[in-house]
């Protein structure tokens, strides 16, 4: 059958003969339709900028969008973000495209126009949860028949599928990746004449530098910003790389001066986000500095870049904006945590002193097959070097079980490193395999699902155990708390230690900088003796209103807590 198919095709080839049954146009055909499809597109006419407007406005128009086709402005968009937080920043960005086109935003689903779904593919649970999102979408879009509703999906999951997103869930009406928001409007304009839009294309240096993010929660005391993109460390179970392509930087002025605007804005805490954002290089910039050279013991797959600004250049000028401005950094890699960065950190009060480094497992044969580059050995003399240099530092980590082949010997070596280092913080996942990764290609996904579940809950039982036991030995203790606002259940006033620890007490009058005494609001730093704690949230007596230099003032630090009172 195939074979007579194909000798039909060579048929039609070679005669120039067009056939429907078989896709094949003639050369006559293909220009007579390309023709047809220039005269009924835009003209040049339709390419120019009229000329009373400049050329390049801070808002682009798109010119060659006709007038019908335009989309009707004032549009209300529905966003739901899933996954971390650089999807929270990204819809900041996307968010602030769409304003600028004269979109409205609304947290009503009965008034969406358009609703645009920030998605996430690093995990096949994560993907899940959005189709089920996608099945009450596409109900609602049915039932909605009195005014045309868009469905648009944006991010790693767009990224993915691709078009086969709209082929699986025919409601589907925009896909857009990660590096092609600025051209929503038009992919939204095109939807209006009921056809699909998609632009997946993956950028060398796309980086949104100038698009101011729009934050969605105007009200929050702390923001995102993300300062890279990307990333080249392709560790095999990872699809990142794939979604989110090659490692690019921000030029560090544009960071600075986004992290000056939010401390204009009252903004009291910062984090600087990106895949690897240790990694980050602005190479707009020339240095008369040597590279620093890679952590002993670690390695990448890729050729490292040279020159440039580097992520210690960056921690020094983010900080130097405003020293009451807490700076938090994520997501990070172990290799690159060089003596300039972890010095910096250890000399800079707002520098938040809680370090993300993720392990990912505890087995250096898994680490291997994981392509981390590096070895149990050379992750464990890091973590002292770490405490060495910035005494009574916080850290946090990523680790996966059930990565393929993990043998029980292999898994316990996990355990046994989360019972060495003391980490605050850990997010701990089960493996899932992921198309395209290189562990797809090379390695078989054998761990059992029900022996993956049981390694996570032995890992979660480990974490929860010991974060107990570090959470109570600061009882007694005092911590600068910036103020969030009050907990949901309890009604409490809720704020964070430096460690991004949830910390909960009453509301008191308690004495301000002034010398009066006033309650606490969401933006105060509270000094908090601490006096309860959970493996998650400690509770404290709330003592004086400060700011973040007083208290770190003449203290010598135990980092986060502060432990003379
Ligand atoms: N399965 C499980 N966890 C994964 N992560 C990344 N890819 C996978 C996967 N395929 C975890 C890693 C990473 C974090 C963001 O997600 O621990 O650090
Ligand atoms: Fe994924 Fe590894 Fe890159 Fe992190 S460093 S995003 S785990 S490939």
Request: charged content about 30%; aromatic content about 8%.
């Amino acid at each position: 059958m195939m074979f007579i198919r194909r000798v039909h095709r060579l048929s039609n080839l070679i005669t120039n003969k067009s056939c429907k049954k078989c896709r094949f146009y003639s050369d006559y055909d293909r220009v007579t339709t390309i023709k047809e499809k220039i005269k009924q597109g835009p003209s040049l006419k339709d390419f120019l900028v009229e000329n009373s407007e400049p050329i390049l406005t801070e808002s682009p128009r798109i010119p060659y969008l006709l007038e019908k086709s335009k989309i009707p402005t004032r549009r209300k968009v529905f966003f739901d973000v899933y996954g971390c937080q650089m999807n929270l920043n990204d819809t900041d960005i996307v968010w602030s495209i769409l304003k600028k086109e004269g979109f409205i935003k609304t947290d009503i689903e009965e008034e969406a126009d358009i609703f645009l779904v920030m998605t996430c593919a690093i995990r096949e649970g994560a993907e899940t949860k959005i189709w089920h999102r996608l099945d009450h979408l596409r109900g609602y879009k049915r039932r909605a028949k009195d005014r045309s509703v868009k469905i648009g999906i944006l991010g790693c999951m767009a990224e993915r599928l691709k078009e086969k997103l709209i082929e699986k869930e025919k409601a589907v009406d925009v896909v857009a990746g990660p590096d092609s928001y600025r051209d929503l409007p038009r992919l939204l304009a095109l939807t209006e004449s009921g056809q699909t839009a998609v632009n997946v294309l993956l950028s060398l240096d796309e980086t949104y530098a100038d698009v101011v993010p729009v934050r969605l929660n105007q009200d929050s005391v702390s923001a995102f910003i993300s300062i890279m993109r990307g990333c080249d460390n392709m560790c095999t179970y990872c699809i990142v790389p794939f979604t989110r392509g090659r490692e690019r930087s921000r030029p560090v002025h544009s960071i600075v001066d986004e992290v000056r605007q939010l401390a204009d804005q009252g903004v009291k805490e910062v984090t600087l986000l990106g895949q690897n954002v240790n990694s980050y290089r602005d190479v707009s910039q020339a240095t008369e500095k040597f590279d620093t050279h890679m952590v002993k013991g670690f390695k990448t797959v890729y050729k490292t870049k040279k020159g440039g600004l580097r992520f210690a250049d960056l921690l020094d000028k983010v900080s130097a904006v405003d020293p009451e401005m807490r700076i938090r950094f994520t997501a990070a890699h172990p290799k690159d945590f060089p003596d300039e960065v972890l010095q910096i950190i250890s000399e800079r009060p707002n520098l938040c002193k809680l370090l993300h480094l993720p392990a990912q497992s505890g087995s250096s044969a898994v680490l291997d097959r994981m392509r981390r580059g590096y070895s149990r050995e050379a992750y464990l003399d890091l973590i002292q070097h770490v405490k060495n240099t910035i005494p009574g530092v916080g850290l946090s980590t990523d680790m996966i079980c059930g990565f393929c082949g993990e043998t029980e010997e292999e898994f316990q070596e996990t355990i046994s490193l989360m019972e060495l280092v003391d980490y605050n913080i850990a997010f701990l996942f089960p493996y899932s395999m992921r198309e395209k990764t290189t562990a797809y290609r090379r390695y078989k996904d054998d761990v059992p699902e029900l022996i993956k579940k049981e390694r996570h809950n032995r890992m979660l039982e480990v974490y929860r155990r010991k974060c107990q036991v570090l959470n109570e030995a600061e009882i007694g203790n005092t911590h600068l708390v910036l103020v969030e606002g009050t907990a949901k259940k309890s009604g409490k006033i809720l704020g964070r230690n430096e460690f991004y620890l949830r910390v909960i007490f009453d509301q008191a009058d308690i004495l301000a900088e002034d010398g009066g005494r006033r309650q606490a609001k969401p933006g105060d730093y509270v000094a908090v003796k601490i006096v309860g704690a959970r493996s998650a949230t400690l509770t404290g007596v709330p003592l004086y209103h400060t700011t973040l230099s007083e208290f770190y003032r003449d203290r010598q630090w135990g980092a986060a807590r502060c432990l003379n009172g």
